[in-house]
């Protein structure tokens, strides 16, 4: 763990803020220690829901890298990625994430904690829905 790195993580979280988005800030480290690429929350001037930095970081990982490089680098990030970017990078191929807040610890900063979850339902329609599946993961 390189706590400079988190340390920039964290000051990129406020740009973000200081831009008008949620404080979020993510780098991301190569095998040799070098910063490949930063990025900060744009989730309301991008107008969209999924500009996290984590998931940019991601989508930019998986565009720009080679599965081997992308195996020896770590993300340093503010606060411990939400779910949706949590599943992003479980499928990135990166190697490790490191961050600040747990998001336990942003949940009691935030006044009436975290996000309300949404109902689902299912599974459902098991006969028909593994159709179009089966044998893709072979």
Known sequence: MNDDHLRRAIALAAEARAGGNPP???????PDGTVLAEERNSSRTD?????HPELKLARWAARELDARTAAGTTMYTSCEP???????????????????????????????GGFP??????????????????????
């Open 24 to 30: 979020f800030g993510s780098l991301l480290v190569g």
């Open 47 to 51: 107008d969209d829901i999924t500009a």
């Open 82 to 112: 939400c779910g949706m970017c949590a599943g992003a990078l479980a499928r990135s191929g990166l190697g490790r994430v490191v961050f600040a807040l747990s998001a336990g610890q942003l949940d009691g900063l935030r006044s009436g």
């Open 117 to 138: 979850p949404v109902p689902t339902e299912g599974p459902a329609l098991f006969e028909e829905a593994r159709v179009p599946v089966e044998g893709y993961y072979s």
